[in-house]
């Protein structure tokens, strides 16, 4: 409750206390009992109390009325590259499982109605449904498709064109899974472009065509799906494999678009280090060309470290935008504990990122009230 109204309240109590005093014209001189107290005072002392029962519980009921917020970490346990994105009313994210490559043989996905609530999905999918891949299960991507999810995935972290891994697809009935192996095989298992298979993204252009954006090792490249999404086809141009990589990117690619424009991210800097970071680019086309423009989110030494691998979730028929990334806590050494957190990310008047001020705090309950696209 506003500090205001709280005073209004309080005056009003005070008023009428006062006003019964002057009525009755209580005077520590007059009307005394042969005790020496003022007779009247008992009468006093009811209508006090009946004006304090009537009014303190409407004075101070607005006060327990507190803002919900998310908190960072939103939830427990060590994940990182978070997709969130929004399925059947409810926010969802899909994150890696953080932990050592060996280790990394499935994922779980976390639910909210609220951004403040979130409920735990686990083993949506792991390599006991996928039997090519055998570890280091990274960076979901999720798709919903003519009433199917499709869950795109980087595994077994390949060095060469001889080892087995890449990207590869899975589908599900359901946001939460299980997914199955769509192919049997990886999706793309090469590298091209200097482009390492990993850290893919799936985005919906505003003609509903698909698009695959995806690479590690300094490398981005974007490919166009295939309507039933089991393969790649060429582009306008006849490329496969379109190289889009702007001045500083490393991996984590994202995408979205707002008012006509493209705006194209990725992260930079070495994940283990306390630099990881979010730079940004904007053009007409999702196939550029994106000039850098600058950081948008990056560490913060009095709340948290590695600050990058990002996506964004946008309240469904609203200008409203939320980031939502990993970080590291403060004194952790170990490289695979990070955690995923929420914050606001806003534009100038010019459609240019605000720099993303990071939390523990995190963002207000926020439910949805009508259903929209995934972004």
Not at 19 to 45: A, F, Y
Not at 81 to 98: A, L, M, Q, R, V
Not at 264 to 289: H, N
Not at 337 to 355: H, N, Q, S, T, Y
């Amino acid at each position: 409750m506003y500090l205001p109204v709280l005073y209004f309240r309080a005056l009003i109590l005070s008023d009428n206390i006062c006003q019964i005093l002057n009525e009755k014209n209580i005077d520590n001189t007059k009307e005394t009992s042969l005790s020496g107290e003022i007779s009247l005072k008992p009468i006093v002392m009811k209508h006090i109390i009946l004006l304090v029962m009537i009014l303190l519980p409407g004075l101070f009921s607005g006060c327990s009325k507190q803002i919900l917020l998310s908190g960072n970490p939103v939830f427990p346990g060590w994940y990182a590259d978070p997709e969130g994105t929004i399925y059947n009313d409810k926010y969802w994210i899909f994150p890696t499982f953080s932990a050592p490559y060996k280790d990394q043989v499935f994922m779980d996905a976390f639910s909210s109605k609220d951004l403040t609530n979130w409920k735990k999905h686990e083993r949506i999918i792991d390599t006991a449904s996928v039997k090519w891949a055998g570890k280091a299960m990274w960076a979901p991507s999720v798709i919903e498709k003519n009433g199917k999810y499709y869950l795109f995935f980087g595994a077994n972290d390949i060095q060469s064109d001889e080892e087995k891994g890449g990207i590869g697809i899975a589908a599900a009935e359901n946001p939460e899974g299980p997914y199955r192996d769509l192919l049997g095989r990886p999706l793309i298992d090469k590298f091209h472009n200097g482009a390492q298979p990993i850290d893919q993204f799936v985005f919906e252009d505003s003609d509903g065509q698909l698009y695959l954006i995806y690479g590690g090792w300094r490398h981005c490249n974007i490919v166009k799906l295939r309507d039933d999404l089991t393969g790649v086809e060429p582009l306008a141009d006849g490329t496969l494999f379109r190289e889009i990589t702007p001045q500083g990117y490393v991996e984590g690619p994202f995408m979205f678009i707002r008012n006509g424009k493209y705006y194209f991210m990725w992260s930079e800097g070495g994940w283990t280090g306390p630099d990881y970071s979010v730079a940004y680019a904007i053009s007409d086309s999702p196939f550029g060309p994106f000039e850098r423009i600058g950081k948008i989110l990056q560490q913060d030494p009095a709340i948290a470290t590695g600050a990058g691998h990002h996506s964004v979730i946008r309240i469904p028929r609203l200008d409203k935008y939320y980031i939502v990334y990993h970080r590291r806590p403060l004194g952790q050494k170990d490289r695979n504990a990070r955690e995923v957190c929420i914050d606001k990310m806003e534009f100038d008047e010019k459609g240019l990122i605000k720099p993303v001020i990071i939390t523990k705090e995190g963002v207000p309950a926020q439910k949805i009230s009508r259903r929209n696209s995934r972004r």
